[in-house]
């Protein structure tokens, strides 16, 4: 086939073309990317998930049970801990066995817990190994607390050794000698590893660098269905993920579990700040996933809440929620340029209630405060009194992306929409359908990949119509989980982190930004097996273009002119693997082959190659 880029025509694309989208399932906040290592460190629950012992062990015959005290650490944290002498006196307490593991490694590692009760001896804290025994780091910390109030103690924790694996616990024990009471009452027990950034509170070094590795532009979160909330009273209150840890209140997240709201709104904004990521912004829109749905007259609380969060973020100090910003160490504000109103709200009984009244309620609200924020629709083809982006889900087979490469062209130029959640879920099959309810695979396979890759490329000869696309969901803890595939697949032990067959596809085509899109033609007339986009690079006189082959009878030769460009030599990646079905997971060989070349233009701009079936490619040139 042979490809013409014209050098002139086209458009600008948008600058956020790719990007991440987040929210807590699969435990990919806590016990993925939040950094903490203690499961459970709060006791904390709900009516849905009820407060638990969930990753604690007694240590020396301890009696471990959940207290609700008269005067608990908190109201966000209601239920604590109580260790109580059983049979045994003399050395005693408690073990956590983290998120499934603990990774030990020689750096420095910082925790803190807060005890009540009668002691006066030294409490030790302990990294052990239950693989071999090993004591592999141990602190003393010496008791100031009584029977009244809550105190913290703070302890750090350097292992001389990794560990042999993430058989690991944290223990916590004290001598029965120098207890004057029957027990000891323990809550908000953490332990972090250094962060990203070193950020206090933060997040998981490895999981970060795969995401910085793509090169993403936005970052979307809290949700995803998270957003939303199970059922009332559990919306998402962003006044309860912001400040002190103990004063955090914890909620049932839409995904099996109960979340700390350890990553709050501050530590959202802290990762984009760490990236470079435009944040896109989910609200709360009055709809949970029960279907039940605030009426148009009760709404307005709701309305001014999410006013208040965007006060939080962007107020000076002056305002009332700005100055709350500053009180908690960031007088700078931050920048919101998209909010998105809800998420799926065409799902679960909202569909009505946001085209009647709901999206137009918060629509007006912001942009009347905010008329340089991008508001968004949760939705597409939303019958919408006002200019809205919008955002479009795809979850399908392999063929089903494929058959949408061109789904944006009938779009007009002035839509934006945001491809916020796209992933390839199930394999091809007659009806070329997804089957709800069945399993999925459980990691991104390479014929679906590349076929991401297709739709994707779609979309970027369609920018700047399109806001930008992320992969969902992004994260598994392959320990504890509600939904796959993934972008990352996960567990304790970092090195057993793997970056799926799509992780590689996005990561090639974000790296290799085209920023503004040109014509083409072709030999061939229409397209397909090869599916294209060509443009110009950021730098001047840069040329890219991006192809995906999918179902070719062969490998297919491949010439392409830009047209105007003095080119002689251009470097080509292409992406492919041995198997159409092969995955990556942890522990298992990388199955995505990167091949870079150098290709030498057969005359100024003109470049020949060869691609194979089922590939992925970029040719930028030099
Ligand atoms: O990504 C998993 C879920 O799929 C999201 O929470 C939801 O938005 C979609 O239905």
Redesign the pocket.
Not at 223 to 226: A, C, E, I, L, R
């Given at each position: 086939i042979n490809i013409y880029v014209l050098p002139e025509g086209g458009n600008d694309t948008s600058p956020l073309q790719y990007g991440l989208?987040f929210?807590d399932?699969n435990h990919a906040g806590d016990g993925g990317l939040y950094a903490e290592l203690i499961r459970n460190r709060a006791f904390q629950g709900s009516t849905v998930y009820p407060a638990n012992l969930d990753g604690y062990e007694p240590v020396n015959g301890a009696v471990l049970s959940l207290k609700n005290l008269s005067n608990p650490l908190s109201s966000s944290m209601p239920s604590s801990l109580n260790v109580a002498k059983g049979v045994q006196n003399g050395i005693i307490g408690f073990a956590n066995t983290g998120w499934w593991g603990i990774e030990v490694k020689p750096h420095n590692y910082a925790g803190s817990f807060y005890v009540k009760g009668d002691y006066d001896g030294d409490f030790s804290v302990s990294l052990q190994s239950i693989t071999t025994g090993d004591v592999l780091a141990t602190a003393r910390v010496k008791a100031r607390c009584g029977v009244h109030d809550w105190t913290e103690h703070r302890y750090n924790l350097r292992p001389t050794r990794q560990a042999s694996d993430t058989n690991n616990t944290l223990s916590i024990t004290f001598d029965t000698k120098d207890l004057k009471d029957e027990s000891l009452d323990f809550n908000l027990i953490s332990l972090f590893p250094p962060t990203w950034n070193n950020r206090p509170n933060g997040l998981r070094i490895d999981l970060v660098e795969a995401l910085s590795e793509l090169d993403a532009k936005f970052l979307r979160f809290p949700?995803?269905?998270?957003i939303e909330g199970l059922l009332s009273p559990y919306w998402y209150k962003w006044n309860e993920t912001v400040g002190p840890l103990k004063d955090r209140m914890s909620r049932p997240s839409?995904?099996g579990y109960e979340e700390s709201n350890g990553i709050g709104l501050i530590e959202y904004m802290n990762w984009c700040d760490d990236l470079g990521l435009e944040p896109i912004l989910a609200v709360w829109d009055g709809h949970y996933l029960s279907g039940e749905v605030i009426n148009e007259a009760d709404l307005q609380p709701y309305i001014e809440d999410t006013l208040n969060q965007l006060e939080f973020l962007m107020g000076s100090v002056e305002t009332t929620y700005g100055s709350w910003r500053a009180s908690l160490g960031y007088p700078k504000p931050w920048k919101i340029n998209y909010v998105e109103i809800g998420?799926?709200d065409n799902?679960y009984g909202g569909l009505d209630t946001y085209i009647a009244y709901r999206f137009k309620a918060y629509f007006d609200a912001i942009t009347a405060k905010y008329p340089d924020i991008t508001v968004m629709e949760s939705l597409t083809g939303m019958p919408s009194p006002q200019r809205a982006a919008s955002d479009y889900?795809q979850?399908t087979t392999p063929d089903g992306f494929v058959s949408q490469f061109s789904y944006f062209d009938q779009f007009p130029i002035d839509n934006r929409t945001l491809n916020?959640?796209v992933?390839t879920v199930y394999p091809n099959n007659p009806s070329n359908s997804v089957a709800w309810g069945s399993p999925f695979p459980l990691y991104p396979w390479w014929i679906g990949s590349v076929a991401e890759a297709v739709f994707l490329i779609g979309e970027e000869r369609n920018s700047p119509k399109i806001i930008g696309a992320s992969y969902?969901?992004t994260f598994r803890n392959i320990n504890s989980w509600a939904?796959s595939p993934t972008l990352i697949a996960f567990d304790a032990d970092s090195s057993h982190t793997s970056l799926s067959t799509s992780w590689h596809v996005i990561k090639l085509l974000s790296r290799n930004r085209i920023a503004h899109n040109l014509p083409t033609t072709s030999s061939e007339g229409g397209i397909g097996p090869i599916y294209w986009v060509a443009g110009q690079g950021d730098k001047p006189e840069s040329y890219l273009f991006k192809a995906a082959v999918y179902n070719s009878t062969g490998d297919m030769s491949v010439a392409v002119t830009f047209s105007g460009s003095r080119a002689k030599s251009a470097t080509l990646t292409v992406l492919s693997s041995q198997d159409p079905n092969a995955s990556n997971y942890p522990g298992g060989p990388e199955v995505v082959q990167t091949n870079v070349s150098s290709v030498v233009a057969k005359s100024e701009g003109v470049f020949q190659f060869t691609l194979p079936n089922l590939s992925v490619a970029v040719l930028t040139t030099e």
């Open positions: 989208m929210e399932i949700g995803g269905s998270d839409a995904w998420n799926e799902l889900h979850y916020g959640e992933a969902a969901p939904w």
